[in-house]
């Protein structure tokens, strides 16, 4: 919600800055950017007493003296003959009509209403709609305005299963479902209460009678009808989070003085149905309370001072809560009223005693089975559990964000298998993944759970010069896997390429298993890797295919071996992004000894070109060829 | 000349994976608190509304609860728990005080852009004893934030609004750009819920933390857009070493 810095600091004598009123906002517990002297609100759901000038002004009489009574219509006012029904009390406990008819409408604002519209960017819509949208702003309490020669007979308010099509005063249409809250005319809805008007009924800017409405809605009966026909409403952000019960009259006899202040009333009159009264919260004074909960040690003087400056009634017994704030009930939340107004970051720190749990070790096995797929190259990843492939025991997604994704997934193989066929379209040659996590499935009419670990891997075993040519295979993964954990059964499979569109051949091989049927030697595991002790800054990465470049080198003079490979390996250049020795080859019987780098380029914002790498590659080149007895094969 | 007899063969570096960066930031917070004195406990992803949000003080109105916030499972039988806090209430229900429980994992709401996703990770502990106060919590608060983020980092406590805790509050820290970011949401346990489980609310008090995983591990590594982590990009997955 945005409020100008100039309509708050006007009711506010002591005149305070715009970053003083900013830092009391704050301390308040009120979040807000400021843009052009406007404050964009973000207020916690439970302070819809706060949206509005009236209302942040209430919170800000802890600080300020200010002036919150703006002038009012005070005459009596006749009494409006109205057919009205309100066949849903308990939703509408509160609702008044005004009827106003004026001579004339007035071909301009006074300053503090055309104010409202400059200051805040807003457009003007028509002289009644205008007044309601400001005296909105300034109190809180939204009304509509019905042009009232548009409404032809009965007007009733009720909770209904209807089905129609409705045109909104902005003009957009919709179609009624469920239940909603109306005001029906001969049956036709006229007002999709707490929401937004109708167009039938809507004032333009050729009306001079209209029927104001000033009610008090349930917020639980407006609560997502925005959201249902996808409508912006203020309205209806008010309403949901709670308007004062108390103030419609009020709202209306300012609505009047609005009017009078613009132009001549030729008539008017008010009806007020009061079907329940509000219920007054007491909560009794109970300082020790208070101040064991924020821990601190205020008097009682001094609490009931900032309650009372907050609006609250109180006395040595009992505080009573304005009917404006139906978020406070209890003790603690009256401490949350004074931690505010003492400012949370001014109450002191009291050193804390926690006591001892049991050290628990429900993830060391996971824990072990995670560092042991490190030490083999494996790399951890995450993934999202809805997916598109049922089985006949998947879990359903009600309402589902996407309409393709509306399972829970029950394996993780396939989350894994799709994550390593993006990484080998973006040329990974050497793939080897793990996930785990809870599963769940649908088992003799029970949600079912398991926890899993998945482990998938294809293409090149690694990418040093021992394992260079050794494709991954169910047999190296056995092998690999027995070396370390003989009692283990990973269970690996192969899985068909047949299906998957990639022209990749290498073999893809998987395992899913229980985290509950590995054995407690597990345990015993030494694991090599360790968790990175700080957090390491991130690279963005580039999405731009990769180009790679494999030398070779003879070697017949031993001695500069050593710096030949330290040169290349520490080569640095921005669209170098890897280098590793792929070959190694020491022919002791001819005093050769071979060695092949592979380079491989990418850059971050332009695919990299031929002309770039030969670029590079020369100067390596250059480097070596200076350097007696490293040759490259087959370069002239 | 050397002879090729006496020269070794370059290391062989053995390519080591990595832990993945949100899970590895989940157990250095879940350790660090651990080594407080919390203890671990844990809990189902797929929760009923009684936990999720009956035994928490969320009333049947509140707008968490509407389907356009929370995802509902098998005709809305179930939901996919929106936050960790119902681990606690299971923890509550089940060990009598003084308790300090941790639990930590995936949590699901219905959102998807640059800054969040319909899966994202949280933790969150309560310690319940006698006497607990908003000063206590403040010394706890403090205590995360500077082994997370330093001594030197400034934060500030803001008011806010939990239905399970009250007083409630936010913390931000300052960055070295001078912007407070808000890294984690706290407050008094509200002493409705305590009596939900079955704990006195006259003899115990309790304070509840919750930090959201991916925001401060966007802080922590610079990384801007939280679907980064969840690509399984080996390129992004292997700078976290």
Redesign the interface.
């Known amino acids: 919600m945005k409020i100008a810095y100039k309509h708050l600091v006007k009711n506010i004598i002591a005149n305070p800055s715009i970053d003083e009123i900013s830092d009391r906002l704050f301390q308040l517990g009120h979040e807000h950017e400021i843009e052009n002297d406007i404050f964009n609100m973000e207020f916690t759901p439970n302070r819809g007493d706060c949206l509005s000038i009236n209302g942040l002004l209430r919170d800000l009489s802890v600080f300020y003296n200010v002036n919150t009574n703006q002038e009012i219509y005070n005459h009596k006012l006749n009494k409006l003959d109205i057919d009205f029904e309100n066949l849903s009390q308990d939703i509408c406990p509160q609702i008044s009509f005004l009827k106003i008819e004026i001579e004339s409408i007035p071909n301009k604002y006074k300053d503090y209403l055309n104010d409202y519209f400059k200051d805040l960017n807003l457009n003007k819509n028509n002289f009644f709609t205008d007044i309601s949208n400001y005296v909105s702003y300034e109190n809180g309490q939204p009304t509509h305005c019905y042009d009232a020669d548009k409404i032809n007979g009965k007007l009733v308010f009720q909770e209904l299963d209807t089905e129609q099509e409705f045109e909104t005063l902005l003009e957009k249409k919709i179609n009624l479902i469920g239940r909603n809250n109306v005001f029906l005319s001969n049956d036709k809805v006229i007002n999709l209460a707490g929401v937004v008007g109708g167009k039938e009924t809507s004032c333009s800017s050729d009306t001079k009678t209209v029927l104001v409405e000033c009610a008090f809605f349930k917020p639980e009966a407006i609560i997502g009808k925005s959201v249902k026909y996808d409508i912006q409403s203020e309205a209806s952000y008010k309403f949901e989070r709670f308007v004062d019960p108390e103030c419609q009259e009020k709202t209306i006899r300012r609505f009047i003085k609005i009017v009078e202040e613009h132009t001549n009333i030729k008539d008017m009159s008010l009806i007020t149905y009061n079907y329940k009264k509000n219920k007054v919260t007491k909560i009794p004074v109970k300082t020790n309370v208070i101040n064991q909960i924020i821990g601190t040690n205020i008097s009682q003087d001094e609490y009931l001072t900032y309650l009372s400056k907050l609006g609250f009634v109180v006395n040595d017994e009992n505080i009573e809560v304005p009917s404006y704030r139906s978020d406070i009930e209890t003790q603690n939340d009256l401490a949350e009223e004074i931690a505010r107004v003492i400012g949370y970051d001014n109450i002191a720190r009291n050193e804390i005693t926690i006591p001892k749990g049991k050290i628990s070790n429900i993830y060391d096995m996971e824990n072990k089975l995670r560092f042991f797929l490190l030490d083999h190259g494996f790399y951890e990843v995450i993934n999202s559990p809805f997916v598109g492939i049922n089985t006949s025991n998947s879990i359903c997604v009600d309402n589902p964000l996407d309409s393709n994704k509306k399972y829970l997934r029950s394996n993780l193989t396939q989350s894994l298998l799709e994550n390593l066929l993006f990484n080998e379209r973006r040329q990974k040659d050497s793939i080897k993944l793990f996930e785990i996590s809870d599963i769940y499935n649908i088992k003799d009419n029970k949600i079912n759970v398991s926890r899993k670990l998945a482990v998938i891997a294809s293409g090149r075993a690694g990418h040093n010069y021992k394992d260079f040519s050794k494709k991954i295979s169910k047999k190296y993964l056995d092998a690999l896997f027995k070396e370390s954990l003989p009692n283990e059964d990973f269970e690996f499979k192969v899985l068909s390429r047949e299906s998957l569109n990639t022209k990749v051949k290498n073999e893809i091989i998987s395992c899913e298993v229980d985290i509950a049927n590995f054995s407690t030697d597990v345990l015993s595991y030494s694991e090599i890797s360790k968790s990175p002790e700080s957090f390491i800054e991130y690279s963005p990465i580039s999405d731009l295919p990769y180009s790679i470049r494999d030398l070779s080198f003879s070697i017949k003079d031993f001695k500069e071996l050593d710096t030949f490979i330290e040169y290349i390996l520490e080569f640095k250049h921005k669209l170098l992004k890897e280098i590793y020795i792929f070959d190694y080859f020491n022919n002791e019987k001819n005093a050769e000894i071979k060695i092949g780098f592979r380079f491989i380029f990418q850059s971050a914002d332009s695919t990299i070109t031929e002309a770039q790498v030969n670029d590079i590659i020369s100067v390596i080149i250059d480097h070596i060829e200076e350097i007696d007895g490293i040759t490259i094969p087959g370069l002239t | 000349?050397?002879?090729?007899?006496d020269?070794s063969?370059?290391k062989?570096?053995?390519?080591?994976?990595?832990?993945?960066p949100?899970?590895?930031?989940k157990?250095?917070i879940m350790d660090l608190l651990?080594s407080?004195?919390?203890?671990?406990?844990?809990g189902?992803?797929?929760e009923t509304e009684e936990f999720n949000f009956d035994m928490l003080n969320i009333?049947?109105?509140?707008?968490a609860r509407?389907?356009?916030d929370t995802?509902?499972?098998?005709?809305?039988s179930?939901l996919?728990r929106t936050h960790t806090s119902p681990v606690q209430i299971r923890g509550m229900l089940e060990k009598r005080p003084?308790?300090?429980?941790i639990s930590g994992g995936?949590v699901?709401r219905?959102d998807?852009d640059a800054t969040h996703l319909?899966?994202f990770h949280q933790i969150e502990g309560i310690?319940i004893?006698k006497?607990?106060?908003?000063?206590?919590?403040?010394?706890?608060i403090?205590k995360i934030v500077h082994s997370l983020f330093g001594e030197d980092i400034e934060l500030?406590?803001?008011?806010?609004?939990f239905p399970f805790t009250?007083?409630?509050?936010e913390v931000d820290i300052l960055s070295s750009e001078g912007k407070w970011l808000e890294i984690l949401g706290c407050g008094?346990v509200?002493?409705?819920v305590l009596e939900n489980c079955n704990i006195d609310s006259n003899s115990y008090?309790g304070l509840a933390f919750g930090l959201g995983i991916e925001r401060i591990a966007m802080l922590?590594?610079?990384?801007?857009d939280i679907r980064?982590?969840?690509?399984?990009?080996?390129?992004?997955?292997?700078?976290?070493?």
């Open positions: 000349m050397s002879s090729n007899k020269i063969a370059p062989i570096i053995k390519e080591r994976g990595s832990i993945h949100i899970n590895h930031l157990d250095s651990v407080f004195g919390f203890e671990i406990i844990d189902p992803e797929i009333k049947k109105t509140h707008p509407q389907m356009h995802f509902y499972v098998e005709n809305k179930n996919l003084p308790l300090a429980f995936k699901f219905k998807d319909p899966m310690l004893d006497n607990i106060s908003f000063a206590h919590l403040k010394d706890l403090y500030r406590f803001r008011p806010s609004y009250e007083p409630s509050a008094l509200n002493p409705i008090s922590k590594h610079g990384v801007k980064d982590f969840y690509k399984s990009n080996l390129d992004f997955l292997s700078q976290f070493k």
